[in-house]
């Protein structure tokens, strides 16, 4: 059974920071890629960003620039540096875990979320 907890969520004004961790911990066979996704009131949830075994890495275009992603590989921890928050940042901001099997097949995996409140 995988599990991510993730940790480092709070209230911020605005062109404040923030930092989220997600440790995941597990009987993982092998991690394509982890990430973190948003979800906003009444919004589908969106990817933020993501970081891949292979050392690539995605951003959304609203964060570019001031969110940063980085993981360690030995801890299977993914973190999320948040730069210049804006009050639209707030969102419940959930890890994302992707394990491929040795079949191809990919498993993904959820953490419970952390709410991230920009506001003055």
């Known amino acids: 059974q995988v599990q991510l907890v993730e940790s480092g969520g709070g209230l911020v004004q605005p062109g404040g920071s923030l930092r989220l961790s997600c440790a995941a911990s597990?009987?993982?066979?092998?991690?394509?890629?982890m990430g973190w996704y948003r979800q906003a009131p009444g919004e589908e949830r969106e990817l933020v960003a993501s970081?891949?075994?292979?050392?690539?890495?995605y951003y959304d275009a609203s964060v570019k620039g001031r969110f940063t992603i980085s993981r360690d590989n030995t801890e299977n921890t993914v973190y999320l540096q948040m730069n210049t928050l804006k009050p639209e940042d707030t969102a419940v901001y959930f890890c994302?875990?992707?394990?491929?099997?040795?079949?191809?097949?990919?498993?993904?995996?959820w953490g419970q979320g952390t709410q991230v409140t920009v506001s003055s």
């Open positions: 994302n875990l992707a394990e491929r099997l040795s079949t191809g097949v990919f498993n993904y995996y």
């Open positions: 597990g009987n993982i066979f092998s991690v394509d890629s």
């Open positions: 970081i891949f075994t292979s050392g690539g890495k």
